[in-house]
């Protein structure tokens, strides 16, 4: 179960919407894909699912080569699109025995639509035409299409937008549930999404991967060697002292017994190491994160 992108570019006349982009995607893994509007996210998405071809490189699922012809490697694959584009005079089950139908399910279309309306909590819903129901309850249909042929590969463009708090709770348990057994790959530009679903962050600008890695390895590495920690002792310590800790470059006063530590190197254990050392009790401890929004905006402000 994996999804491979092997030196993608696409041009859009001499507009480059992506250029040489690779990344490989394992089984059991939800991968957040994450870019400014316009940076190629879509246009990549397309390229993975086969609805659109690449000027140069390709996309592997399960190790076999994606194209719009290949119906047995599209069956691998879910894709929800960016807009979800429905039928809106059809009835929700219609739908969706419709698109079981496409993919040739035959006797296991009826448990499948059934199993789907269940899981994507259509059942208070399904009796409606889709153009009646709410953008929440169309997204449910658009996610309910992209899992009825059970693929292994989940591609989504931007999933829980338009989504209400509840709703976005319910979806992105939905996610993770699939994202257990399946390789999930999914846009948004929701950075709390990504700290909740995602063990993995690719983002991209324009048109090129600027980063891949877990959330702790991207915000880590904006670090640059630089490290800041908040420490509080029971009692007022000298900041001469802290100043002679190994790694560490500065120490500031915030008040009579916190302080701002600047250092080259994670000296959370030589503050341990030294309270324990000269008798301090460390009241509060905690190494200041950059956090992804940071991350998101050096990276892709430039
Ligand atoms: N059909 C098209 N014709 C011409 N240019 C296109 C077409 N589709 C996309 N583009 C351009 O390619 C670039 C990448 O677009 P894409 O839709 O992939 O970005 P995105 O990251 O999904 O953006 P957003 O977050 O706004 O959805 C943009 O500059 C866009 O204008």
Known sequence: MSLAIHQVSKYYGKQAALEN???????????GFLGPNGAGKST???????????????AEVNGQRMNEMNVEVRRM???????NPLYPDLYVKEYLRFVAGMYHLGRRTKPRVDEMIERTGLTHEYKKRIGELSKGYR???GLAQALIHDPNVLILDEPTTGLDPNQLEE?????????????VLFSTHIMQEVKALCQRVIIIHQGHIVADGTEQMLTHDINDGHYETIVEF??????EALRSIDNVSDAKALSPTLYHVQSAADVRADLF??????????????????SMEEVFKELTLK
């Not at 397309?46 to 140069?56: E, N, Q, R, S, V």
């Not at 190491?273 to 905690?286: D, E, M, P, Q, S």
């Open 44 to 58: 990549l998405m397309k390229i993975a699912t086969g609805f659109l071809a690449a000027d140069h490189g390709f």
């Open 234 to 239: 029971d009692r007022p310590v000298s900041t």
């Open 273 to 290: 190491r030294f309270a324990v050392a000269y008798g301090y009790v460390i009241l509060t401890l905690k190494q200041q994160e950059h």
């Open 77 to 83: 694959i879910g894709y929800l699109p960016e807009h």
């Open 139 to 141: 997204q449910r249909v």
């Open 21 to 31: 982009v690779s990344f490989r995607l394992n089984g059991g893994e939800i991968a």
């Open 171 to 183: 979806i992105r348990q939905l996610i993770r549930e699939v994202g257990q057994e399946k390789t």
